[in-house]
């Protein structure tokens, strides 16, 4: 059993900066693939970025592309998550997410892939 801890989520202006972690327990996640999603109020929970941490692989949602970038801390079981150029869209909790089964990014946007959640962490950007 996975135990997932995200943090970092806060307040912050148009244009600025927020960096997320998610803490893994439980059981190293070396071989599986994390990744970010996202949920506003009242709208669906989407996907935001993945990393395979076999390959170091990634994969990203357009609308982040280029101003998110997920990355992988191995010694630490750690997943991150630098969000620049932050938008008022981009407002949500952000859950942690963790796939036990795959070493492919290349499924990573559908959440029922996935095995273990966090809590989520709450990003607000005002305008």
């Known amino acids: 059993q996975v135990q997932l801890v995200e943090s970092g989520g806060g307040l912050v202006r148009a244009g600025g900066s927020l960096r997320l972690s998610c803490a893994a327990s439980?059981?190293?996640?070396?071989?599986?693939?994390m990744a970010w999603f996202r949920q506003a109020p009242g709208k669906e929970r989407d996907f935001v970025a993945a990393i395979s941490q076999i390959s170091g692989n990634t994969k990203y949602a357009e609308p982040v592309k280029g101003r998110f970038t997920i990355s992988k801390d191995d010694a630490k079981n750690t997943v991150t998550l630098q969000m620049n150029g932050l938008k008022p869209e981009d407002a949500a909790v952000y859950y942690c997410a963790a796939d036990k089964t795959s070493a492919s990014v290349y499924y990573s946007m559908y959440s029922y892939r996935y095995d273990y959640w966090g809590q989520g962490t709450q990003v607000t950007v005002s305008s």
């Open positions: 439980g059981d190293t996640i070396n071989n599986y693939v």
